[in-house]
């Protein structure tokens, strides 16, 4: 709960930020090697598998230690609960979601624009220095200043964030933390655009290693409470400072060109929009609740969205960072429609039994590992759960602005859904505390998804099979609660067999579903919302290559 929480920032920013690795890829990989074998009628299967392996292998390096900070995240949560008291630890998921907010901006959309420039805009060594040595400069400009003012207004930012004086230090420990996570952007970013994966993996690495010691040493052991878990984060990336920003200075020098400052600016602040409206979208609930509610509440629905959002971890993340590359390669094609179809199809089916299961985990580890406290909010895991399907089909429903550039459709509908979450939580906090937030979470991810369908089927139609998906997801919903109710007042063995039987007769009925057969190419095109169009987007589409 500590770590990298500016990474879920940024990961919106940058899809070649997100996260992957070799073993959650199995599951992404499943949906695509079920499209292929559905679709051996298509042609040029076999070089659709041999790109969607490729793709999977390239990545695997990053995956293993982009994907260990929120998995290193989920093993201290439990420790962090035995170790804090509720309002800490309330309080140290507001500050890590200020902490992401600050960072996100004063970072100023760097983390994309500097692989553009590194590995795009220049070729000379001199001025691939150039990008390091400005970043460098930019970051401490925008850094240095703030960690200054926070330091200084520290007792009133404690007032305005916690509504509580006492925590004037963890704020000034909070903005060291983004000095440190800011300053270990040029190294992490240089070492991706060079393509040193091991380098890169095992630095993330040491500074995951870290930060869990940290926690362990400072927390447990010295009973530094908040102060100890944010200085552990601090030191995790302190690390990352102390072995590249040395290397950096010594090679490249300190020194900012004119030129290149104003190539990374004009190309990374406008992104900074898009990441603010992602913060409001994902991380702002846990600030109003703190507010609208109480440090305890924020505590246990921080617990509550973790594990709720492990979904995300272990299909989403993967499945976003391979897509891109699998999407423009099947939008080339002549069957593009049908294939976008059975992508869809299948993934969703994946979506809904890895969400139901993992749901289902995460109930039974919030009661073994969490104190009895925190045990209250297991019903807001299935809400976050079922957010996170809903947040996975929004991507697949980008296809079209994607093909079309016409990504300005994504900011639009990430501003909306981001303003209907603050609105939703302003009036569901106060009637129903964490329940309420995660309400809205719902309700703004279920917007998100319908906006982006909307506007895909008007600029590139796709037969989606949106009816199979509704009764899965209904039928998904029953068996849970029936499991749920099923398992009350059972030992521990009764609860598992339950939660095992309730998988497979739902992942039954998914099969059940699926068994209504792939469309043929004439089904398609009648289910198509413009026929007309879907077979002549791969023609609309080429010409623009």
Known sequence: ?????????????????????????????LVMQKVIKAGTQISGAQDYASLIRDLFKSSGIYAIALLASPLVSLVLAPFLTHSLSRSDFGALVVLNTAIALVTGITQLGLISSVFRAYNYDYESRRDRLGVLSTTVVLLSLTSLPITLLVAMTAPWLASLLLANFSFGTPIKIAALVVLMQNLSLPGFAWLRAEKRAMFFSMLSILNLLVTLGGNVILVGAAH?????????????????????????????????????????????????????????????????????????QTASYGVAYSLGGILNIVILSPFILAWPTAMFAIAKRKDAPQVFQLVFRWFSMVLLLAAFALALIAVAVLDLLFPPSYHAVAPIIPVISISMIFYGVYYIFTIGVGVRRKTWFVSLAMTLAALINVGCNLVLIPLYGSMGAALSTLIAYVFLALIMYVVNQRIYPIPFEIHIFAIALLVGIAFYAGSSFLAQHQTIYGVCAIYVGSTVL????????????????????????????CDANRAQYAPRL
Request: some cysteine; aromatic content about 6%.
């Open 1 to 29: 709960m500590t770590m990298k929480m500016g990474d879920e920032f940024t990961a919106e920013i940058d899809v070649a930020h997100l996260r992957q690795t070799s073993d959650i890829a199995d599951l992404p990989t």
């Open 506 to 533: 739902y992942g039954g009925c998914l099969v059940l579903l699926d068994s209504v057969g792939f469309p043929s190419r004439a089904t398609s095109l009648r289910n198509c919302p413009q026929p007309g169009l």
């Open 224 to 296: 530094m409470g908040i102060n100890g878990a944010l200085l552990a984060t601090g030191a995790g990336y302190a690390v990352v400072v102390i072995c590249t920003l040395p290397l950096i200075l010594l090679r490249a020098g300190l020194a900012s060109r004119l030129n290149i400052a104003q190539n990374l600016l004009s190309f990374g602040t406008p992104l900074v929009i898009n990441g603010v409206s992602f913060w409001v979208l994902q991380l702002s609930d846990r600030y109003l609740l703190s507010h609208l509610g109480s440090l305890t």
